[in-house]
């Protein structure tokens, strides 16, 4: 069972009214988010935070569950590892590409690419790897959603 892009805006913007970000895609196995820069983004020196690239990633990671397995609400985050590569442009949007390597019953992990809006596709700015769980009673349904 997986969710389009507009079953998961509409979710995703019911459930959290203040999100800051575009869907630009959203497969199965993949999604690709972006999030403009604001202000209050930006640490001392004038590039992007990052626990704002932390959150951006962690995000794109849900949106691919979405994606993959259909709305699942209670599905949370089991870890994120994080490496910083490159300054992120504070001016410049981020854009958040992930793929879901592994899709079990109870656990899911991927990595997702960041990147500097019309930066070189060959220079992220960091890489994550995350792993998200499953809710038992989805997963035991064959469902979710």
Same mark, same amino acid.
């Given at each position: 069972?997986?969710?389009?892009?507009?079953?998961?805006?509409?979710?995703?913007?019911?459930?959290?009214?203040?999100?800051?970000?575009?869907?630009?895609? &959203?497969?199965?196995?993949?999604?690709?988010?972006?999030? /403009?820069?604001?202000?209050?983004?930006?640490?001392?020196?004038?590039?992007?935070? !990052?626990?704002?690239?932390? &959150?951006? @990633?962690?995000?794109?990671? =849900? %949106?691919?569950?979405?994606?993959?397995?259909?709305?699942?609400?209670? &599905? %949370?985050?089991?870890?994120?590892?994080?490496?910083?590569?490159?300054?992120?442009?504070?001016?410049?949007?981020?854009?958040?590409?992930?793929?879901?390597?592994?899709?079990?019953?109870?656990? $899911? $992990?991927?990595?997702?690419?960041? =990147?500097?809006?019309? !930066?070189?596709?060959?220079?992220?700015? &960091?890489?994550?790897? !995350?792993? =998200?769980?499953? /809710?038992?009673? @989805?997963?035991?349904?064959?469902?979710? !959603?």
């Amino acid at each position: 069972m997986t969710a389009s892009r507009q079953a998961i805006e509409h979710f995703m913007f019911d459930a959290f009214p203040h999100s800051q970000f575009t869907i630009e895609d &959203a497969q199965d196995r993949t999604a690709t988010i972006r999030r /403009p820069v604001f202000a209050e983004d930006k640490r001392p020196g004038g590039t992007v935070s !990052g626990p704002t690239l932390m &959150a951006l @990633a962690d995000t794109a990671l =849900y %949106v691919a569950i979405h994606a993959t397995l259909g709305i699942t609400p209670h &599905a %949370v985050t089991s870890s994120l590892n994080i490496n910083f590569l490159r300054r992120p442009a504070g001016d410049q949007a981020v854009l958040a590409v992930c793929r879901l390597l592994k899709v079990g019953r109870t656990l $899911v $992990v991927g990595e997702v690419s960041l =990147y500097s809006e019309g !930066g070189s596709p060959d220079e992220p700015v &960091a890489h994550v790897v !995350g792993s =998200y769980a499953i /809710p038992a009673r @989805a997963a035991d349904a064959g469902q979710v !959603g």
